[in-house]
Structures are given as C-alpha cells and as structure tokens.
C-alpha cells in the first residue's frame, strides 16, 4: 500500500508490479491533502469526521462501561446474572441484524444525517465488549483493598476513586483501545444512516474516492487507505504496553 502511494499513476497499474518504485513521487499524497483540491477537502473532512466520532464514542463508552462494569463486579442484585447475560447477548448477533430496527429507530428521533446517530450506534455496539472486559478486570482486584480504605473513614466513591481507578487503569486503556479501533473502522452503519458527504466518515470516505474523477488514479487510493491506518497503528503501539496488561489481568482469575 506505501509503495504503491509513491508511484505515477501509470507506474501504480503497469504489469508486471514492482514493489520498489523506479520514480517514486509525492503527488498522490499532495492531492489528497491539498484543501484547493477536490479530493483534497473531502478527505480532511472525512478525516476529522472519524476522530471526533471515534473519540466522542471512546469517552462515552468509558463512562457507561466503568460503572456499569464496577456494578456487575461488586454488588449483588437481584436480576444481575440475568442482565449481564443480557448484555453479552448483543454480540451473538451480526451487526446486519440490527440495521433495520436502528435506523427506524434514529429516524424516529430525527437522527438522520447527524453525528450523534453514529455515535449512540457505536456505544450500543461497543458497550456490551466494554462492560465485559472492565468486569473481568474488577473481578481481579481484591474487594480487601476497598474495604480497608471504606475503614479508614473513605465513601464508597473515594475508595472506588483513589483505589479501584489506578489499579484498573491498564485495563481502562485496552477498553478504550478497542471502543476506538471499532469506532473508526466501522463501515456498514455509517453507509447506511448518512447520506451528506460532509458527514462521511473515513471507511464511507475511501469509497467514494475510489469513484472521484480526480482519484482514479490508484496511487491515491492507496494513501488514503494509508494515511487512514495511522491513527490505529500509532494507538496501538503507544498503548501496547497497557493493552497487554489489561487483558491479560483481566483474563485471568485469582
């Protein structure tokens, strides 16, 4: 994909392929950022697109999912097995199931076109992962901790704040990691719920370049598609240290 970002447009299609271009140029990648471009504009707004809705949904999802996951760890209930099975049972069915009955839904409430119907989208596809990741997390952390803090005169909440917060924060991060890679590279809904290009987020986006008059060169493409991938590589390999503790404290009992 990054070599073939570098090639002319007629390099980027000759046969046989090669993988190391004999003239490698900057054009595609100043035609896809260039705002007085016509690709250049609508992949910017794709770009910006994805990371406010992305991470509007990642902030979100950790503030429904930390508490609700806290709940189902600690207190007992009545209906609680009952609810958190509930829960799961979301992610037994494809997303396809639910495209129908969401989007009635979001134009029922007037939704349509909006950011807000991607992001209420994603939280109920993402919530259910989050709260069972941080309850296995939770489920790890000795109750002990709290109790001799509860003790020493600290509420409920100082405890959850000052004790639970920073031994659990490896396992925030990789709930956070997850939220925001299914966030960004969700292509189906957003196909389905937005019709105004200025709403496109970045996987709607690289289609409808694949179709510009000014992108038909392949090379563009390509950067697209490359520059699209930053954001989760360097996500990853930033947080890779706390993602691999997080599941892994989390996957384990006792």
Known sequence: MFSTSLKSQFAAIQTPPRWIPSQPTLEAYRNLLSPESATGGR????????????TTTTVIGLLVAIPAAYAFSRFRFPGRNLLFFAVLVRNMFPVVVFLIPLFLLMKQFGLINTYWSLILTYLTFGLPLSIWLLKGFYDNIPPELERAARIDGATRFRAFWSIVMPLSTSGIIATGIFTFIGAWKSFLWPLVITT??????LEVGLKTLQFTASARNIGIV?????????????????????????????????
Do not use: C, E
């Open 196 to 201: 105004d290009q200025n709403l496109y987020v």
């Open 43 to 54: 992949f910017l707004r794709f770009f910006m697109n994805s990371v406010l809705v992305s």
């Open 222 to 254: 390509m950067a697209a598609a490359l520059l699209a991938s930053i954001p989760m590589i360097v996500t990853f390999f930033a947080f890779q240290k706390h993602l691999v503790q997080g599941l892994t404290a989390g996957g384990v009992k006792g």
